[in-house]
């Protein structure tokens, strides 16, 4: 592995909005990225803490570092992201507005801010195509938050978060799976769990699928038009005397449309007993990622996003997409 990889890595980081400003933390400081859960909120929290989350063993702070920088608080919403974080001694959580993607930052264009001390969560900052960067220094709020400072003004935390009985229901929701998944995890060896993922892209965007699910990986193949089902069908193929329903999984999904390639890969999916081609843009490789055990009985089509090698990855919910009411295969 060469010197310049390393030292981009050790550079990658991931950047994020919270109202409308740009933030960014080293990937190596980040554990997963999930929706917004429910939180629990105690009366006795300190002000710097907007709840708090049962995350594996652990009970940790999930912090909004809006509190720090003295912004105004608004509502949250079941889109916001939230950034589950380690230091070398504590695990906590970082509510943001949405991730925007994973950038390697190059060192020369990184600014530190003057007078910056151990209390300042942002001591730096980047520029990227003429936007500002700001760099948090994820050290300093474990300072903030092992020393209980009491310096932050009093916020009405629950009247910030969704009130409405189907946001209510969709973060418990969120909160079951995520210590379901925990469980799984803590079950098999002795809580390590290596998963097989084939990566691929959807555009410029990087997606997986399990291993599971995946039969075979075609990159020539005829595709027979047919006429009058949805757009995102392409068509059938002939698998070995077998005729296969293509899915273009991008169109599915509702994602927009990049570059119109003549032709595209194929990934043959077996869900039980039912067999579907999903078209994609590219196929990467495949590899093992430890640290993430996928539930089951997701509402969504994505399971759950990780990072692997500065990579930030989407997990595809198969059982969710083959399952689809929209996907009719007819027998031929």
């Known amino acids: 592995m060469n010197n310049n990889y390393i030292e981009q890595k050790k550079n990658t980081h991931l ?3 919270i109202d409308g400003s740009k933030y960014a933390i080293n990937t190596n400081n980040i554990l997963e990225i999930m929706k917004l859960p429910a939180l629990d909120y105690p009366s006795k929290l300190p002000n710097n803490v907007v709840g708090l989350l049962k995350y594996n063993n652990f009970v940790i702070n999930v912090i909004d570092i809006r509190f720090y920088l003295n912004i105004e608080a ?9 950034l589950i974080v380690k230091t070398d001694e ?8 949405k991730i925007i993607g994973i950038l390697p930052f190059d060192s020369s264009f990184v600014d530190q801010i003057p007078f910056a001390d151990d209390n300042m969560i942002v001591e730096s900052l980047y520029k990227h195509d003429e936007e500002t960067i700001f760099i948090v220094n994820i050290y300093s709020i474990e300072i903030l938050l092992k020393g209980h400072h009491t310096n932050f003004p009093e916020i009405d935390i629950p009247s910030l978060m969704p009130k409405d009985a189907k ?5 418990l929701k969120r909160t079951h799976d995520m210590l379901e998944k925990a ?4 079950a ?3 809580g ?3 998963n097989k993922y084939i990566s691929l892209n959807l555009g410029n965007d990087f997606y997986c699928i399990s291993l599971d699910y995946v039969k075979e990986i075609l990159n020539d193949t005829a595709i027979t038009k047919v006429p009058g089902v949805s757009d995102f069908i392409s068509g059938i193929m002939n698998l070995r005397g077998d005729y296969v329903t293509v899915i273009d999984i991008k ?4 994602l927009t449309e990049t570059q119109n390639q003549i032709k595209k890969p194929i990934i043959i999916i077996q869900y039980n007993e039912l067999t579907l081609a999903f078209l994609v843009d590219k196929i990467n490789e495949i590899f093992e990622f430890e640290e993430f055990t996928e539930g089951n009985g997701s509402d969504s089509y994505y399971l759950c996003e990780f990072i692997n090698d500065t990579v930030l990855y989407t997990v595809l919910n198969i059982d969710k997409i083959a399952s689809d009411k929209r996907l009719v295969v007819t027998e031929m």
């Open 183 to 186: 469980s799984v995890r803590l």
């Open 167 to 171: 946001s209510k229901a969709l973060m």
């Open 15 to 17: 950047y994020f909005e």
């Open 192 to 194: 390590q769990v290596k």
């Open 188 to 190: 098999a060896s002795g």
């Open 251 to 254: 169109k599915f999904l509702g």
């Open 74 to 82: 608004t509502p949250y919403t079941t889109s916001n992201d939230l």
């Open 90 to 97: 504590i695990i906590f959580g970082i509510i943001t507005d």
